[in-house]
């Protein structure tokens, strides 16, 4: 029944140490999203796909990547993970166009832990 | 200044209270905007659209005003499960991303 999820629910790395976290969605949505969200704080827009097309944000660090390999998987890379790292990772989908386009709908996030 | 502005409270209010949060967005030609719901450790889900005209969803009633650059939130018999955080959210023309406030944290209290 779920429609986006995501994997791990819980990560804990050790500094410099890479991970991928992942985001796989049943929706067919168009566009996934990646949003970095601290505590008390906006979720911040890391990087989008619509289809193929890749859009990162313009202050997204060079450290974190990511790769959507076809329409129902997304991946986060964080090259080095820092403490300044340390976060919850919501995935998130939408249509992309016509009635909704703009709804999004989360993943239950990927919180990481940065030792 | 921040393209999307919150009041962050905590708003403490009783059951059965009326409580109301206005949000304001930077950029005039904005086009949709939304309120998330969010509660503590979980994911943002959906509450509502907000459309020019002003819509209603059972106790909730969002409202758009262009000329000043707001949106608000009206919850009316505030519930306990009602305790949240209630995120804004505004898609600009031109751009496909949505922008999110910080959210104002809402605490309903017995």
């Known amino acids: 029944d779920a429609m986006v999820i995501q994997n791990p629910r819980y990560q804990v790395t050790q500094f410099g140490k890479p991970v991928t976290l992942s985001c796989s969605q049943t929706l067919n949505h168009n566009v996934m999203y990646w949003y970095q969200q601290k505590s008390s704080q906006a979720p911040k827009l890391l990087f989008h796909y619509y289809d193929k097309d890749f859009n990162n944000e313009a202050d997204t660090p060079d450290n974190f990547q990511s790769r959507r390999p076809n329409t129902s998987f997304c991946f986060l890379d964080i090259r080095s993970p820092g403490l300044g790292d340390a976060a919850m990772y919501l995935c998130a989908t939408s249509r992309g166009t016509g009635s909704g386009a703009n709804v999004l709908t989360f993943g239950a996030g990927s919180r990481l832990t940065v030792l | 200044r921040k393209e999307v502005e919150q009041d962050p409270g905590p708003f403490n209010v009783p059951e059965g209270a009326t409580v109301a949060f206005n949000c304001t967005y930077s950029?005039?030609?904005?086009?949709?905007f939304f309120w998330y719901r969010q509660d503590c450790r979980k994911e943002p889900k959906l509450l509502m659209s907000?459309?020019?005209s002003g819509n209603e969803d059972g106790r909730f009633t969002a409202q758009l005003n262009r000329a000043s650059q707001y949106i608000s939130l009206l919850i009316r018999d505030s519930k306990l499960s009602d305790s949240a955080t209630y995120l804004c959210v505004v898609k600009d023309t031109g751009r496909r991303a949505l922008t999110f406030g910080s959210g104002t944290r809402l605490q309903v209290q017995p």
């Open positions: 907000v459309y020019s």
């Open positions: 950029n005039s030609a904005s086009q949709s």
